[in-house]
């Protein structure tokens, strides 16, 4: 029997491990995977040996993120035609709860699948509670959610939007996110001459600002006179100006871009690296917003100071003063002034990485997040 069923758009894409984790951890060995397009083995980033059904041909994966990339009604999984094959998929593992990942994953489907005698749940991430929010059609769609059994956001401000949108209260859930966190915190021992190492890691699109962090860390080089070195995983369409901002500031010495990384590459990198950096805002050009990054939560669990900004569920996470250092969206300085105090002060560094660590252990570790998930969803007991 597989009574927990993952819905979603893509299958093995690099920033969305929080999607394997929930395909393989809530539910070990008894949970299927449906998604509209699976990534070819040269581009995928994680993958699934569980019951699984693929909506679209591989073979035309291109064509089908290209719809998804355009976020029309055929991409969130809308469309009818799509119900058959996986009311008979579910039916055959005996499903008998439904996790769709995106609220734009399936919405005219809630309906159907409640005749049906499922239970539907659904996650609303970064741009569902932000950009889709603006979208007359979107919204509409999203008030279908109203007759799922519950749904899942990764901040307080999240929930206030969807229950402005009509969403009922009591059904939605905030839940930040977990990881996998060490019994103790990793050592952090490193050379006097050692230059500090800044690290960053995600999608390099506009509401992650590479280029502000960029320029906040040529700041911190010529303020300082210090060495450091800047490790940028990740990629996307923001990377070529973001490495042309770093050669015209005549500090792409110092600043590495590895590209996209499995996250064993990206666990290694935490253990090397000494500072954690995402300067997260709202992009001013399609106004997409985060919901809580994963990746501030595994650099708290690594115990990494985190310098970020005040934007979206961040401030949920990281402490400003306490685990980590917050300014605001856009702003270079404070960014600047934040990596320079910690590059410049070993004990700071240890002392905002331990408490970081220990915040992540007493509310972000996977046991954790797994029960406030479960829970609500009546298969804790499973």
Request: with cysteine; proline share 6%; aromatic share 6%.
């Amino acid at each position: 029997m597989h009574p927990l069923a993952v819905l979603t758009k893509v299958w093995g894409g690099a920033s969305e491990t929080f999607i394997e984790d929930h395909a393989k951890r809530l539910l070990p060995g008894r949970t299927s995977l449906s998604a509209a397009v699976r990534l070819p083995q040269s581009r995928r980033m994680w993958d699934f040996d569980g019951p699984s059904l693929v909506l679209r041909s591989e073979r035309r994966w291109m064509r089908g993120l290209l719809l998804i990339a355009t976020r029309t009604r055929g991409v969130g999984l809308t469309e009818r035609r799509h119900w058959p094959r996986l009311e008979r998929f579910w039916v055959s593992l005996g499903t008998t709860h439904v996790l769709s990942e995106y609220l734009d994953v399936g919405p005219t489907y809630i309906a159907l699948a409640k005749e049906r005698g499922l239970r539907w749940f659904s996650f609303g991430h970064g741009y569902d509670v932000s950009r889709s929010l603006r979208n007359p059609l979107w919204r509409r769609l999203f008030l279908e959610h109203r007759h799922a059994d519950g749904v899942f956001v990764r901040s307080s401000l999240a929930r206030r939007r969807l229950e402005q949108l009509g969403l009922p209260p009591e059904r939605i859930h905030v839940t930040p996110g977990g990881v996998i966190v060490p019994d103790l915190p990793p050592s952090r021992e490193r050379g006097s001459q050692d230059p500090p190492v800044v690290l960053t890691v995600g999608r390099l699109v506009g509401k992650k600002d590479v280029c502000t962090l960029i320029e906040s860390f040529g700041r911190v080089l010529r303020s300082t006179g210090r060495g450091a070195q800047l490790v940028v995983i990740g990629d996307g369409p923001d990377r070529a100006r973001a490495q042309r901002l770093a050669r015209n500031l005549g500090i792409e010495a110092h600043v590495r871009f590895l590209g996209s990384q499995p996250r064993e590459v990206v666990r290694e990198w935490m253990q090397r690296a000494d500072i954690f950096a995402l300067h997260s805002r709202t992009d001013p050009r399609t106004g997409d917003e985060e919901g809580l990054p994963t990746v501030i939560l595994e650099a708290m669990a690594a115990g990494l100071p985190v310098v970020s900004t005040l934007h979206a569920g961040i401030p949920e996470a990281v402490v400003s003063g306490e685990t980590g250092l917050l300014g605001e969206e856009g702003d270079a300085t404070a960014t600047a002034q934040a990596l320079a105090e910690l590059c410049s002060n070993d004990r700071l560094r240890l002392r905002m990485g331990s408490a970081a660590f220990e915040r992540a252990r007493r509310l972000f570790s996977w046991e954790a997040e797994r029960r406030r998930i479960l829970e609500p969803m009546g298969l804790l007991a499973d």
